[in-house]
């Protein structure tokens, strides 16, 4: 497909750039105007979080949080610069090769002090990378009680770690020239060797406090699944027969970032006909094109100020879902209904529960589509013959991270606050042992998810999903 005639109808349709709002273009901190914010959230959040976190341990705690450092994929030669999340929601501070230090007092853990060391501004690093935040206006701007210059690390942190009777730092890995080996060094030197002490990890306590989104955390995620629905109809509004995997991918790439997006939240999966079989499918440039008649599967999402969206949808290249590939898709979208009815506040629900649901749904569909025998599914070993056509999970937690807080329990009961994604699929491989009009097909369809006192909210609701609106969106008549 000519590429100017794809982008000639992506400008027809949006026009060209759409403005942006201020907090949009807001990357750091606010003026004098309002409340004071930081990575879209105010000032005052980040100081309630690590009240929060100091509240679940002891008194007389240290916690360190070391920033991400730049990484290079060869000489002078960065990878886009993402910040530890951990750090970014203790701090909302952006930049690299940072260190926050929260301590409590030794009488109570309501008393915290924190620390947030940076490092000096630079006027050659500034000539390259940009305007960095003086040491001094770290308080006023972020909300701490003192900054310090990465020059006086060492004996910043030896002298936290002698006002404190314990030591948190999350045990990563870390490479010689970062910030997080400095930090693991100093800490294993002063704490370890020199004390005889020991180091505990954080993540359990760090993940079930990031697990519950407040209304400013809601609003970021909320604008990240918007800025990834634009750019999934953008591509939408891109498919023809012919059109390869990788134009598509470029599509979405552009409109997630005209729409504000720092990005994607991860690499797009793009799948045209049987490839969506393979879950992560990720284009190359010399990739195919996807031919008429075959369906696309894509999976994407957009980052946004440090939260992340997480999108899946498919749809037939040429306008039109044929009548298997329409049955099927209906199938998985009965079952991720039934499932996005479930994500409910009630105490009952978590999302290991509501897999093992989905696994009955899918099980009931596969029957009704002639692929499965309900003896079978009955049988010792009906789930292993589910999986053959459902092999992942139902969902995840979403937040900060795609994959938000690894530590935190499946089991664990949905709460308001908390973003899951709900994401049922069948992908039938091409096997004499299933009816031939399904063989090949695969197909996703993600939502990312609000739970509420008042039942589930679909922050994903206006990326089109019902297979009518679908097919309209294709044809250009939305």
Not at 3 to 26: D, E, H, N, T, Y
Not at 76 to 92: A, E, K, L, N, V
Not at 453 to 475: I, N
Request: overall charge negative; glycine content about 8%; some cysteine.
């Amino acid at each position: 497909m000519e590429v100017s005639r794809v982008w000639g109808r992506l400008a027809a349709r949006f026009g060209g750039r759409p403005a942006r709002s201020a907090s949009q273009r807001r990357q750091s901190h606010s003026g004098n105007a309002g409340p004071a914010t930081v990575s879209g959230c105010l000032v005052t959040e980040f100081g309630d979080r690590r009240a929060a976190l100091m509240r679940t341990l002891p008194a007389g705690s240290l916690a360190i949080f070391p920033a991400a450092s730049k990484i290079y994929m060869a000489r002078d030669i960065p990878y886009p610069f993402h910040q530890d999340s951990d750090f970014r929601y203790f701090s909302g501070f952006a930049e690299p090769d940072a260190v926050l230090l929260v301590r409590s007092d030794r009488t109570s853990a309501e008393q915290v002090h924190t620390t947030l060391v940076v490092p000096s501004r630079n006027p050659s690093v500034e000539l390259w990378d940009g305007a960095m935040t003086e040491v001094a206006d770290v308080p006023s701007i972020y909300g701490v009680d003192s900054s310090e210059s990465m020059e006086h690390l060492t004996a910043v942190l030896q002298a936290e770690i002698a006002s404190s009777d314990t030591v948190f730092l999350e045990p990563r890995n870390a490479f010689p020239q970062s910030t997080r080996f400095m930090v693991n060094k100093v800490v294993t030197d002063t704490v370890v060797k020199k004390l005889g002490g020991t180091v505990s990890g954080l993540n359990r306590q760090v993940d079930s406090l990031r697990a519950v989104k407040s209304e400013a955390e809601v609003a970021l995620l909320s604008t990240a699944c918007q800025q990834a629905t634009e750019a999934i109809h953008m591509a939408m509004l891109a498919s023809r027969p012919g059109v390869t995997e990788h134009e598509l991918s470029a599509v979405v790439d552009y409109g997630c970032r005209l729409h504000g997006a720092v990005g994607p939240s991860f690499p797009a999966v793009v799948a045209g006909g049987p490839r969506a079989l393979t879950l992560h499918y990720h284009p190359s440039a010399d990739g195919p094109a996807v031919d008429d008649g075959d369906m696309v599967l894509m999976d994407f999402g957009a980052s946004h100020l440090g939260y992340a969206s997480d999108i899946s949808r498919t749809w037939p290249i040429a306008g039109k879902y044929s009548a298997p590939q329409r049955e099927l898709y209906d199938a998985v979208l009965r079952t991720q209904q039934q499932c996005i009815d479930m994500c409910t506040a009630d105490g009952t629900m978590s999302l290991s529960q509501i897999q093992q649901s989905s696994m009955l749904f899918t099980a009931q569909e596969l029957i009704k589509l002639g692929i499965l025998k309900a003896d079978d599914v009955a049988g010792a070993n009906g789930a292993h013959l589910v999986r053959q056509f459902y092999p992942h999970s139902i969902g995840h937690y979403l937040g900060m991270d795609v994959h938000d807080v690894p530590s935190c329990p499946l089991n664990r009961p949905l709460a308001p606050g908390m973003v899951v994604t709900i994401e049922p699929g069948l992908y039938i491989p091409d096997t004499p042992d299933v009816p031939a009009r399904f063989r090949g097909l695969g197909i996703r369809i993600e939502d990312d998810v609000l739970v509420t006192e008042d039942g589930p909210r679909v922050l994903t609701a206006g990326c089109v999903k019902l297979p009518d609106e679908v097919e309209h969106t294709l044809q250009g008549q939305v």
